[in-house]
């Protein structure tokens, strides 16, 4: 059975504050989705990973994808209010249309 | 707005109710998903339709019943459920091209199912 172990599970942090939340499987995948998502809301896209060893910025957020894609990790940096959610990372397959989701990080950042 | 949109937002119904979640999409995607989302657990996949056409089932219950009539919309019918199948219920849609990689979903705001 496929997992993707996110960590931590819960994060609580000040305004201001570097933080950095992990995605992580025995399993490879051929790519690797981040999403926020909001109380009451579905999950919003925030980038995509395909190739081992990418990197890629989105304003305050940087994402790595390992190098054996099995692994992934979003970097915030200067958190705000706003970037307080539900975090989840998502997996999938090649060959497949399964996406395997993460256990996911609820973050709140305190103004 | 993500261009996925799901009616009802909220649902209350008995276990011996029959009803049906609708979703449509607006992106021109050719793939449709239907999630569970529960309280403590991760998101699981139910079902997967690619060009209409159901390509996963991951072992759902018999009282989920999807359907998809053509590639901008996706139910999924309920009937005699159990407390237990209260949960979020999210529809997706995405753009497969190979089932090599890409594909980014993108998330209806989902129903609040609560089985009485």
């Known amino acids: 059975t496929q997992l993707l172990e996110q960590s931590p599970q819960f994060l609580s942090i000040q305004e201001g504050e570097n933080l950095t939340v992990y995605c992580n499987s025995s399993s490879v995948f051929s790519s690797l989705q981040w999403y926020r998502q909001e109380p009451g809301e579905g999950p919003v896209l925030l980038v995509t990973v395909v190739t081992g060893g990418e990197v890629k910025k989105l304003k305050r957020l940087t994402f790595q994808f390992g190098d054996a894609r099995k692994d992934s990790s979003l970097h915030i940096t200067a958190a705000q209010p706003g970037d307080t959610g539900l975090y989840l990372c998502?997996?999938?397959?090649?060959?497949?249309?399964?996406?395997?989701f993460g256990t996911g990080t609820r973050l709140k950042v305190l103004a | 707005e993500t261009g996925v949109t799901q009616t009802p937002r909220h649902l209350v119904m008995g276990m011996t109710n029959k009803k049906s979640l609708k979703c449509e999409q607006h992106l021109g995607h050719n793939a449709m998903y239907w999630y569970k989302q529960s309280a403590k657990k991760p998101l699981e996949l139910m079902f997967v339709?690619?060009?209409?056409?159901?390509?996963e089932n991951n072992s759902v219950p018999s009282r989920f019943s999807p359907e998809c009539p053509n590639s901008s919309h996706l139910f999924l019918h309920l009937h005699t459920l159990q407390p237990e199948d209260s949960a979020l219920y999210l529809c997706a849609s995405s753009q497969e091209s190979t089932l090599a990689g890409g594909g980014a979903q993108y998330f209806g705001p989902g129903t609040r199912l609560t089985v009485l």
């Open positions: 998502a997996g999938r397959t090649s060959g497949t249309y399964k996406y395997i």
């Open positions: 339709y690619s060009l209409e056409e159901r390509v």
